[in-house]
């Protein structure tokens, strides 16, 4: 550059901390002179080219530079990012003295503001170092955008009183440059446009707080979840379902009963003491009931309702053969083959005379012809159905050791030689908060995510999981109320996939398999038991079909960061009004009712209990037997088949046409309260009368007003 008198200069330039253009003008014959002030973007030939014009404070960061980091470990989760380095469209890194950082308004530098560049969402946030918040948008002085908030740390603070004991763990998460932390959104547009906020809830209502008052309880020593445990804890499972399948089918000539497998684990789960959440190790006895009832069900052969007469002829043959070959090839009593055979020589000859009998003519003789030979076919073949539950077991016992050395392992290569034991908590009452754990998170492996028509699909090892894209943002609210050691949510996306995996483990492979074992009340339904009977709590529900922000589930070491309160038999309140809706396992629903009769005659403040069970009466279950001999009862109402609805049990993975399923039996209702329970919630007509009509599906509710 020349100057005036013709000598040749140098010029640098550099911003100030004010937002100001400071340019100083090198002379090899003078000092040099310093000019400040604010500049403009113009093609001035007197600055020399384009490429030595000083960029103007709007110029965009750089999509190259890296995010802040994750806090280490022993610093708090909400400790504001540090500056970095930018570089510009050419790789360069941009002088420090830029610092695109502090590119704002001094009334924002003032109150804490700073600019930084997200890597993962390709555009710059506003971050405020004072108070922990972040926005994508430029912030306004004394306003605060809390529905978008990137870094999901500006969550909202527990009210109503609830106690969230700190998380006790071991270790804190490393923070791995270019991990997904959250759902990426579009780099053109907003965030709040393509993701919905915070208050997003078309299905469950987490304003409502709870009421149920606890004991303070001492965290779990279960290991924490992690994908790759997840991944073989499937590969096990798929292997032991074949195996009961093979057992099944080379002792007995028959298939696993339907939905078996997933009954035996939940009945399993009663009498466990093993540490595993899923599979049983340590029970007593090792013959599982359900197991056993429901292959003797299936056996000579598995009987469904026929469609027409010809189907019912067959199947009453085909009963009538296999009895008699079973009876024939295994040891029994002489008496009990006599009975059988006369029984299924008097059925042949009925048959030969009756060619074209009625429909309800063969199910009657079908009926009086297992009254009569299926108690000396199931004596004949006990010692082999034993055998099989004995046998599963087993497996199941092995099935546990092997994925307990893998735990073992990866507690290892984090350092832990074991999980530490527990202190006594303060035997003090408390408003009941999600279940913990001793040691909460390892190191995680990646985890891709990315949504495509409303549905998220999460990565891992090539084996995909997916949700609805709206059952992914419900478990991002859930984890933002109730996890404790993740608030930057930089193992989310793990703790999701674990979770998704879970369940569908327990489900099994074929369709519509578990279904039953996830049904949830409608909507109004929930809506109407909170209005009227005070209800803020389910008894059995899981992240993915829970209303209520606090619920009981199955598996307390990946629902616990999503507000699980851990399982039903685990958790015992002394005050609150609940709704229980258990899964269709008769020794589970008996268990229950023991349960709540338990916690009803051991307090005295007010404690309700709704339970809601299948109204079978042929014959009448356990169960439902209790429940209407209990002597906390005090209503019960049967809902009608067909005249009630249930939500789907894959909720998180069907369509919205889906959603509702009407029941094909009826629904027993049974109110079971203390006495200050009962003043407090009492089951009134008037409040009956709402309930009912909650129940009922808006189709039939509309022909009825019409």
């Not at 979840?225 to 099944?248: A, D, I, N, V």
């Not at 007593?284 to 010809?310: A, F």
């Not at 369709?511 to 109004?524: T, V, W």
């Not at 067909?642 to 959603?659: A, P, V």
Request: glycine share 4%; charged share 25%.
């Amino acid at each position: 550059m020349l100057t005036m008198d013709g000598q040749k200069t140098s010029s640098t330039a550099a911003e100030t901390s004010s937002g100001q253009l400071k340019i100083t003008i090198k002379n090899p014959n003078s000092s040099n002179i310093a000019i400040k002030g604010n500049f403009v973007k113009t093609g001035d030939p007197n600055l020399g080219t384009e490429k030595e014009q000083t960029k103007q404070n709007n110029t965009p960061l750089s999509p190259n530079m890296p995010e802040a980091p994750s806090p280490v470990s022993g610093q708090n989760s909400f400790g504001s990012p540090m500056p970095l380095q930018h570089q510009n469209s050419l790789g360069s890194p941009v002088p420090m003295s830029l610092d695109p950082v502090h590119d704002l308004p001094i009334e924002l530098l003032q109150a804490g503001w700073r600019k930084f560049w997200s890597k993962r969402e390709n555009r710059p946030y506003f971050f405020n170092k004072v108070t922990n918040e972040s926005l994508w948008d430029m912030p306004q002085i004394g306003v605060i955008d809390t529905f978008s908030d990137p870094l999901g740390i500006a969550g909202p603070i527990p009210s109503n009183g609830e106690k969230h004991p700190i998380r006790p763990s071991i270790g804190t998460p490393p923070a791995v440059l270019g991990e997904k932390r959250r759902p990426s959104g579009d780099s053109v547009e907003s965030p709040s446009t393509k993701r919905p906020t915070f208050t997003y809830s078309p299905y469950w209502n987490f304003d409502i707080p709870t009421n149920a008052v606890i004991y303070e309880r001492a965290p779990l020593t279960l290991p924490p979840p992690h994908p790759e445990l997840e991944l073989l804890r499937s590969q096990l499972t798929s292997k032991l379902r074949q195996q009961y399948q093979e057992l099944c089918h080379s002792r007995e000539g028959i298939d696993a009963p339907s939905e078996s497998f997933n009954r035996w684990l939940l009945e399993r789960k009663i009498c466990d003491l093993g540490k595993d959440p899923m599979f049983p190790s340590v029970c007593t006895p090792e013959v599982s009931q359900s197991m056993y009832r429901e292959i003797m069900n299936d056996i000579p052969v598995k009987l469904v309702k026929p469609k027409y007469s010809g189907d019912a002829r067959k199947q009453l043959i085909k009963y009538a053969e296999s009895a008699k070959k079973m009876i024939e090839s295994r040891s029994t009593t002489p008496e009990g083959r006599k009975v059988v055979k006369w029984n299924v020589e008097d059925t042949f000859i009925w048959l030969r005379k009756q060619h074209n009998a009625a429909y309800e003519d063969y199910l009657e003789r079908l009926a009086h012809l297992k009254k009569q030979c299926q108690p000396h076919v199931s004596e004949a073949a006990k010692c082999s159905v034993e055998g099989i539950c004995t046998k599963m077991y087993n497996l199941a016992y092995e099935t546990v050791k092997k994925i307990q050395e893998r735990q073992t392992e990866l507690l290892k290569e984090n350092n832990i030689t074991e999980i530490p034991t527990p202190q006594e908590p303060a035997h003090r009452k408390v408003l009941c908060y999600p279940i913990q754990l001793m040691v909460s998170f390892i190191r995680m492996p990646a985890v891709d995510v990315h949504n495509e028509n409303e549905v998220h699909y999460l990565r891992y090892h090539g084996e995909t999981m997916k949700l609805n894209s709206s059952h992914f943002h419900k478990l991002e609210q859930l984890y933002r109320l109730s996890c404790r050691d993740d608030h930057r949510f930089d193992i989310f996306l793990h703790r999701v996939w674990c979770l998704l995996r879970r369940y569908h483990t327990m489900f099994g492979s074929h369709a519509n398999e578990g279904l039953s074992l996830q049904g949830a009340l409608p909507i109004q339904v929930f809506e109407c038991l909170h209005r009227v009977f005070g209800v803020t709590f389910e008894c059995f529900a899981s992240p993915l079909n829970c209303y209520f922000k606090q619920y009981c589930s199955a598996f307390p070491d990946t629902d616990c960061f999503f507000g699980s309160r851990g399982p039903i038999l685990s958790f015992h309140p002394v005050s609150g009004s609940f709704e229980a809706n258990p899964p269709f396992c008769e020794e589970l629903m008996e268990a229950t009712v023991d349960h709540f009769e338990n916690l009803l005659s051991e307090s005295f403040e007010p404690l309700s209990f709704i339970v809601f069970i299948p109204d079978w009466r042929d014959p009448p279950t356990e169960a439902l037997m209790r429940l209407e001999t209990s002597r906390f009862k005090r209503k019960q109402v049967i809902l009608p088949p067909f005249e009630h609805e249930y939500r789907h049990g894959f909720q998180h993975i069907c369509s919205k046409d889906e959603m509702s399923i009407k029941s094909f039996h009826g629904t027993l209702v049974v109110f079971l309260q203390n006495d200050s329970g009962f003043a407090r919630w009492g089951p009134t007509p008037e409040r009956i009368k709402e309930l009912i009509l909650a129940a009922k599906p808006r189709d039939i509710v509309n022909s009825q007003a019409s």
